[in-house]
């Protein structure tokens, strides 16, 4: 149960890409981490709707405090083949256990910093 609540805080940050907008007078602009990596290309070269700039390099600067290069390679298959995520997080394997640890980590701080 608590990986299916996992699953879907992750797929719903991360497939958010984007956010409304925030006009009240008190709040000061904050910039957003930019990074550039195979997480914020796939996030730009994606068809979801709401995608930008600054969101899908921001999901990246997350990615980079949390995963690996080899993790976010592997979290990059995710954009084209959602239910690839489901298969890895119902896994028994241990590998695939340990990734999605890491990628779970990596939704809450992607959410936390560019939410």
Not at 29 to 53: E, H, M, N, T, Y
Not at 72 to 101: C, G, I, K, M
């Amino acid at each position: 149960m608590m990986k299916h609540v996992g699953l879907c805080i992750c797929i719903l940050a991360l497939s958010a890409c984007g956010g409304g907008r925030d006009d009240r007078p008190d709040r000061r602009a904050v910039a957003a981490p930019i990074a550039f990596g195979p997480i914020s290309k796939a996030c730009l070269q994606s068809d979801r709707k709401k995608k930008s700039r600054q969101l899908c390099t921001c999901i990246q600067a997350a990615a980079d405090e949390t995963l690996s290069r080899s993790d976010q390679r592997r979290s990059v298959a995710f954009y084209d083949n959602p239910h690839l995520a489901q298969q890895v997080r119902t896994s028994d394997r241990n590998v695939d256990e340990t990734f999605w640890d890491a990628y779970a980590e990596y939704g809450k701080t992607a959410e936390r910093m560019c939410g």
